[in-house]
């Protein structure tokens, strides 16, 4: 183990920032304590207490990215389309992610970054993916929202983290998990230590065994799902919010004359337009037929699909939800009965 | 960002689509057309291979793009065609195209019907509307391959008869003698002698022997539900029958999200499935 | 068991559901739900967690007979859905509270952490071991609220005993900034604001009034008003779209602004909407059942642009 003191923080970020954008948790200004991931600045203030609003998804999904560029361009009688690429080559160093933010990185590395056959690689996650570093802020407390201890490693998972930072009197142990950990925490500012780790929190757990044979055998009471959802008011808050969920919508957008680019950006399977045909049919039009997808989708498709689950945990989710839904009630109706 | 040179169709970058250039348009019916189109660049035409039941999305770069069975078979080398149905925005635009314009495509993409596995069997296939349009691609590959299957037989329904499309391909089927090729329209029609009544009913009026055989069916939900009663009620497995499913997609190649019915994506799982992949998922409308 | 407990219970007589809240065991707080037998209303409470308007769920159970227990400010929106007829009187049943101010938890909870207790007596609320007077940590609308007396109802059901007597709040913090904003200044001041936006729609979702929901021309590709694009400006022309069919028809239920997870003070722009209609045509968006609504009427001899 290495440790840092908390004073040298600041000096770590700012060594980093001369090589790579650096990202922390910090107060958006006018708000009373609304936290969310930025990019930091010299000087900046990080909050590291209270829990960010969103996820840092965006680093590796932004909420909206450039695919290509188009433009048309004469060709004797009428035009040709010349399409040019997009390659993000970003290098950011994300201070502060939670351990359950990290492993929805590594999560999501199953789909995006997947080498199986029949899959696609994503040339613009990966571009994003592989400039990025994690360093992680253990978790030693959590509040009632929390629930990564449903999962097999809780508050411990090392999965997405490239270097983990404990929280200890006076500063920070830091344990590298990856090669890129490593090599951050042989620099200067660290020095070894044999201090032990601290104790990390112990979240409520969510009893989750057999639940991919129970959603299977829930799926057609669509009654069961209209009242176990009756509450919800199909927003995007807990899809955008989560740090798995990783559904988009594709657009175009015209820069002005015959140009212009195709866009990805963020979209929601809670919204009803989601799967709205052209032809009027929808495949999922209550918010029943919704919330049982996105459901299924974390804990029985994905799992299926990518060996995952599709949730890690963070609790965003519940501490947001406008209607005061939460989410563990819903899993917990479904294994019940 | 910076900017990157471009390669093949799908590998490295798959949100990318290939420019290509229309050169002929076909007037199928009332809100039917085909486009018939090669890409710019003359490699990725030759190169260009698929399975009858692939499907690829093609659109008007600054409009957006929709995703279409490939309707030509994959022995025509010349072009390919997609049939699409004027329903949104998307197909809107499309429709104004004339040959000589400009799409840009990402083909070929999903699953197509596991011919090779049905040789020597007996051969159903069910289509209505739009729904003919990845059977076109299908029943001209076996018409390519005739003498590897048993019995051919085709029905094709629609509401009217200007709503059957490929009209010209039709009056070949209906002459050729190694395939029973038999067009119906819901109701009676001046002018129209073929058959008259839903698909189902025309089935049930002249049933298929379910040994040794294979039933495809496309078709709108309503058709395909109907269907599939008629044909199991005629003793065919699920795991005979086999169909091609459209849902809206965005992306094509699995990480988008919204085509899925339970676990299965429809762009890469699918669209073609057996029925015994899908089980009831699909006569219930709603996933 | 209590009478506002009772009072529910007896609504199931003439109604299939009631809307009300119960306490969730995680947050401490209530959560909205739905009540389907008198068994179930055992565990309905009221107090000043009970910040939703469950008006929002009326227009999207219009085929049945539903009980719904209502706040003053809540009753307003049933007002103002009954008076453009998006919700049928005849088969709604109000049951109305009298609202002590509710306290604005999620603010509280953005302060000490999510689900920590918070105890509201003797005027005082206390959380982590930290007291403050009530009006400190009440939800900007309850800060003057005119409208403890529920503007439509047919049974009460209790609730607080007198009126909340917090004065209206001074303008403070941005409120007071943005108030002396040159327009350049505001331009300037939502373009930071609606960088954050995710459009995940939780405001038009939360909204009692935004019945069209699934049809929202915020989100509607034909006409294309706004791209789908999550960036400043054409969120906040989103947005725009939303509040400008907000006109004359938003009571002020503050819902869009708690809902917000990033913090966007939407309310400024309402409110000052809701000003001008105030003063143009004397209505406030829920004034009664039968009020017309007046930018829902169409009146030649009306004078109230000057031009007539």
């Not at chain 1, 960010?52 to 009688?77: D, I, N, Q």
């Not at chain 1, 406008?322 to 479904?334: E, N, S, T, Y």
């Not at chain 2, 025309?202 to 039933?215: L, T």
């Not at chain 3, 603010?107 to 509201?120: E, P």
Request: glycine residues 10%; contains cysteine.
């Amino acid at each position: 183990m290495r440790f840092i003191a908390e004073e040298n923080i600041p000096r770590l970020l700012g060594r980093l920032a001369a090589n790579a954008a650096v990202w922390a948790p910090q107060v958006v200004k006018d708000t009373v304590n609304t936290v969310l991931f930025a990019p930091w600045r010299a000087g900046g203030e990080i909050e590291t207490g209270a829990y960010s609003a969103l996820s840092a998804k965006e680093l590796v999904l932004p909420a909206t990215e450039r695919l290509f560029s188009y433009r048309y361009r004469r060709a004797g009688e009428g035009e040709r389309i010349g399409i040019k690429g997009c390659a993000p080559q970003e290098r950011v160093v994300i201070f502060g992610m939670r351990a359950c933010d990290a492993k929805a990185l590594a999560v999501l590395d199953a789909l995006f970054l997947s080498r199986s056959a029949g899959s696609y690689n994503d040339p613009y996650y990966q571009g994003r993916r592989s400039g990025l570093t994690v360093i992680t802020l253990a978790c030693t407390s959590c509040d009632s929202a929390c629930f990564c201890s449903s999962f097999e490693k809780g508050a411990a998972e090392t999965a997405g983290s490239d270097l983990i930072f404990y929280p200890v009197s006076g500063g920070y142990l830091a344990g590298p998990v990856s090669e890129k950990g490593k090599e951050l925490a042989a620099v200067d500012l660290f020095q070894d230590s044999s201090q032990e780790k601290p104790g990390l929190a112990k979240t409520a757990k969510v009893e989750l065994v057999g639940i991919q044979q129970r959603l299977l055998e829930r799926f057609d009471d669509i009654d069961f799902w209209r009242l176990a959802t009756e509450v919800c008011l199909s927003c995007g808050y807990c899809s955008y919010a989560c740090p798995a969920c990783h559904c988009f919508n594709i657009f175009d957008e015209t820069d002005g004359d015959r140009a212009g680019g195709r866009y990805r950006c963020w979209d929601a399977c809670m919204f009803y337009a989601y799967t709205l045909e052209s032809s009027g049919h929808n495949p999922r039009p209550e918010a029943a037929h919704r919330y049982r997808n996105r459901l299924a989708h974390k804990f029985s498709y994905f799992p299926l699909n990518r060996g995952e689950i599709l949730c890690t945990g963070c609790g965003r989710c519940i501490r947001g939800c406008p209607a005061g839904l939460d989410f563990r009630d819903v899993i917990r109706a479904v294994s019940a009965g | 960002m910076s900017t990157v040179p471009r390669k093949g169709i799908k590998a490295a970058e798959p949100l990318v689509p290939e420019p290509a250039t229309i050169i002929d348009v076909i007037k199928e019916g009332p809100n039917i057309r085909s486009f018939r189109l090669i890409f710019d660049d003359p490699g990725i035409t030759t190169a260009f291979s698929f399975a009858p039941g692939q499907i690829g999305l093609m659109g008007i770069p600054g409009v957006g793009e929709s995703t279409f069975a490939i309707s030509s078979p994959p022995s025509q080398r010349d072009y390919i065609q997609f049939s699409v149905m004027k329903t949104g925005f998307v197909t809107s635009a499309i429709h104004e195209l004339a040959a000589g314009d400009a799409v840009a495509v990402r083909a070929p993409l999903g699953c197509g019907f596991p011919v090779d596995s049905w040789k020597g069997k007996n051969i159903l296939i069910v289509g209505g509307g739009i729904g003919m349009a990845p059977l076109r691609s299908l029943l001209m590959h076996i018409l390519d391959r005739r003498k590897e299957f048993g019995s051919l037989r085709v029905f094709y329904g629609a509401r009217t008869p200007a709503d059957l499309c490929f009209a010209g391909d039709r009056v070949q089927w209906e002459n050729r003698d190694d395939i029973e090729f038999i067009a119906t329209v819901d109701e009676k029609h001046p002018g129209w002698s073929g058959h008259t009544g839903l698909v189902p009913q025309v089935i049930a009026a002249q049933p298929p022997a379910p040994e040794n055989a294979v039933a495809v069916t496309c078709g709108p939900p309503v058709m395909i539900k109907y269907t599939l009663a008629a044909l199991q009620q005629l003793g065919f497995t699920e795991a005979q029958i086999y169909t091609t499913l459209e849902r809206k997609m965005k992306c094509g190649i699995g990480l988008c999200g919204r085509c899925n019915i339970g676990a299965k994506y429809v762009c890469i799982d699918g669209p073609v499935f057996s029925l015994d992949e899908l089980k009831n998922r699909m006569v219930d409308g709603r996933w | 068991m209590n009478e506002f407990v009772q009072t529910i219970k007896q609504t199931f007589k003439e109604v299939d559901l009631v809307l009300g809240w119960v306490r969730s065991p995680a947050a401490g707080v209530a959560v909205p739900a739905c009540f389907h037998t008198p068994a179930q209303a055992d565990d309905a409470v009221f107090d000043s967690t009970c910040m939703h308007n469950l008006v929002v769920h009326l227009p999207r159970l219009a085929g049945k007979k539903v009980g719904i227990v209502a706040k003053g400010c809540d009753a307003r929106s049933i007002a103002q859905l009954v008076a453009e007829h998006a919700v049928d009187r005849s088969r709604v049943i109000v049951i109305g509270v009298h609202c002590p101010g509710m306290i604005d938890v999620k603010k509280a909870w953005r302060c000490f952490g999510f689900g920590k207790r918070i105890s509201d007596a003797g005027g005082r609320v206390a959380m982590e071991g930290k007291t403050v007077a009530r009006e400190e940590v009440l939800l900007q609308k309850c800060r003057g609220c005119r409208d403890w007396e529920p503007v439509i109802c047919d049974v009460t059901a209790g609730g607080a005993t007198k009126a909340a007597t917090a004065p209206p709040a001074e303008p403070a913090g941005i409120r007071k900034r943005f108030a002396a904003m040159s327009p350049a200044e505001r331009r300037q001041f939502w373009q930071d604001q609606f960088s954050r936006c995710i459009r995940c729609y939780a405001c038009r979702e939360a909204c009692p009034l935004c019945f069209c929901r699934d049809q929202c021309a915020m989100q509607a590709r034909d006409p294309g008003w706004a791209t789908a694009a999550i960036d400043a400006s054409q969120s906040w022309m989103a947005q725009l779209i939303r509040i400008s069919h907000m006109a004359g028809r938003c009571s002020g239920c503050e819902e869009c602004e708690r809902a917000c997870p990033v913090g966007i003070p939407l309310m400024l722009l309402l409110e000052e909407q809701n000003a001008v209609i105030e003063e143009l045509f004397g209505y406030r968006a829920g004034a009664g059942p039968e009020v017309k609504p007046p930018l829902l009427t169409f009146n030649i001899k009306d004078d109230a642009w000057g031009e007539s």
